[in-house]
């Protein structure tokens, strides 16, 4: 009996729980919203970014008298830097402390790279163009007329008339000096209908790979020559008291050849941010740079900083 008890009571219990329990009406579905494609290049964000111009305003310039550039000198008597030299009476002496070495032939064929499989290619120097058409050669590939060259500048595209027909070629620069925003933009416009192969040395920006994979562009990395650094251990550094840097490795052979080189009393000027950045990781002061908005290009920066030190 009071198993049977138990067993009706339990039973009611339930029924009664499952009485109270009322199917909740089917919900209509949710209209998905269409997703907006934006058809506008992704720029990735720069990690790190220092604030340049405050790293400048916290050094004081000083009177210039003896200033190395780290280039080779200008062929020639027409330059900037010797009207600069002329203008404000200072010597202004010229010394590469790097030198571009060509992959050899057999050596880029292990990167497994088809040239003709690309119907565009970049450049973003003189030395990517001499080095491209050098390994065409080594190789015997012949480009096709329908490739497509697209350069950050006019003058690294018009340089592309030492190797090839200019006016036959479909080439493609923007209308500013070494402008990377144009050249972005032009390669978002053939996006899709283009296979990019990048020229560029062993050590290089990353600036243009980071645009390519964000913005899932079909490209390869061709590394067609590196930079290496120049013997300069009996050159004497110190009697200058600024030395203008355009490369990171141009900052790393500093270091290589001048081991003291934190002692010495130079001021630093440069061409680039990454430029920037070695200099300051290497714990110098930065005291001249270039592009700034005031001040374009190093000619510019130079001689703002002639003229404000020697009022």
Known sequence: ??????????TSTSAAASSKKTPKPPQPAKEEKPVKVQNKPIIPQKVGER????????????????????????????SPYFDL????????????FI??????GREFRKQRITLNDFNGIIFTSRNAIDHFFRICEELRVKMSQETKFFCTSEAIALYLQKYTQYRKRKVFYGESQNNNKE???????HKDTTDFLYICAESRKDEIPSFMKANGFAYAEGVMYKTVAVNLKQ?????FDMVLFFSPS??????????????????????GTTTADAIIDAGLELQLMAPLKSQPSIVVALENYLKETSK
């Open 1 to 10: 009996m009071l198993k049977g008890k138990t067993a009706v009571k339990q």
């Open 183 to 189: 050249l972005r933009n032009l390669l978002f416009k």
């Open 99 to 104: 030198q571009v070495e060509g992959v050899p």
């Open 235 to 239: 050159f004497n550094i110190e009697k």
């Open 51 to 78: 604030n340049y111009e405050d790293f400048l305003s916290k050094t004081p310039k000083t009177k210039l008298k003896n200033i190395l550039i780290s280039q080779p000198q200008p062929e020639g008597l027409k």
């Open 85 to 96: 030299a002329e203008r404000y009476k200072v010597n202004i002496d010229f010394q590469p």
């Open 250 to 271: 141009g900052v790393a052979s500093l270091q290589q050849n001048f081991p003291k080189f934190k002692s010495y009393k130079i001021k630093w000027g440069v061409y």
